[in-house]
Nanobody, 115 residues
Framework: QVQLVESGGGLVQPGGSLRLSCACSGIVIGSYTMGWYRQAPGKQREVVADITPGSVTNYPVPVKGRFTISRDNAKNAVYLQMEGLKPEDTAIYYC?????????WGQGTQVTVSS
């Protein structure tokens, strides 16, 4: 079965950096679009980055230039490097695999940006 396990969240001051990791099993991530989403309290889950099998990356405006998604196909892992973090980036961050139009999710990792 598909399993996604996120790690790397935590508390960081505004302007700081974090690197999230997503360890994947049950699929070969190089064959699918992988993504990172986040959900803040009282808000809908939103995409913050995705990467296609051809390694084309996409970012929404609020994080463009600050977040970088990458993949290591040999390790079957996906990463999200976050720089210049802002309080509004506070949320639970989820790893996503889109496999033949089915979405698989990890359990999420909390990111809190606060002084």
């Amino acid at each position: 079965q598909v399993q996604l396990v996120e790690s790397g969240g935590g508390l960081v001051q505004p302007g700081g950096s974090l690197r999230l990791s997503c360890a994947c099993s049950g699929i070969v991530i190089g064959s699918y679009t992988m993504g990172w989403y986040r959900q803040a309290p009282g808000k809908q889950r939103e995409v913050v980055a995705d990467i296609t099998p051809g390694s084309v990356t996409n970012y929404p405006v609020p994080v463009k230039g600050r977040f970088t998604i990458s993949r290591d196909n040999a390790k079957n892992a996906v990463y999200l490097q976050m720089e210049g973090l802002k309080p509004e980036d506070t949320a639970i961050y989820y790893c996503n695999a889109n496999v033949r139009s089915l979405n698989f999710w990890g359990q999420g990792t909390q990111v809190t940006v606060s002084s």
